[in-house]
């Protein structure tokens, strides 16, 4: 099936990467001719993905137009979230070990996502300081 965002988000992967469609195409055992047709649009078989994957391509990016992992965080969200966990952790005299500390920080990410900024924060250090 014909997919022409798919493949505009297969060449910016591959560019974002830094390699040519000769090379990229070798990690997913295809031809240059195919990976012109799987940046135009053609639906790429799994074993492929697998191989590009292995180069460092965002394969969920590419398929679903989300990305995977921190490459797809918003960065001032994620400022915004530690500095509420921190301010509300302060205020409440807590400490948390790292791991707790990162788990708080996604969840307050998400949250986030959900609220303005500004409530957003004040909700979450309020949250911490009951705790």
Do not use: W
Not at 10 to 22: A, C, D, N, T
Not at 45 to 66: H, K, Q, T
Not at 85 to 109: F, H, I, S
């Amino acid at each position: 099936m014909q997919n022409p965002e798919r493949g505009a988000r297969l060449k910016e992967e591959r560019v974002r990467l830094g390699f040519s469609q000769v090379e990229f195409a070798k990690y997913g055992d295809a031809s240059k001719g195919s990976q012109i047709l799987y940046e135009k649009g053609k639906a790429p078989p799994a074993d492929y993905l697998e191989g590009i994957a292995s180069a460092g391509c965002d394969v969920l990016y590419v398929l679903m137009g989300r990305r995977n992992g921190a490459e797809g965080m918003d960065r001032a969200r994620l400022t915004l979230a530690i500095e509420a966990v921190e301010e509300g952790l302060a205020m409440a005299k807590k400490r948390l070990d790292p791991a707790a500390k990162a788990q708080m920080v996604m969840a307050a990410y998400d949250l986030l996502g959900e609220a303005t900024p500004e409530t957003g924060t004040r909700g979450i250090v309020r949250l911490i300081t009951a705790a």
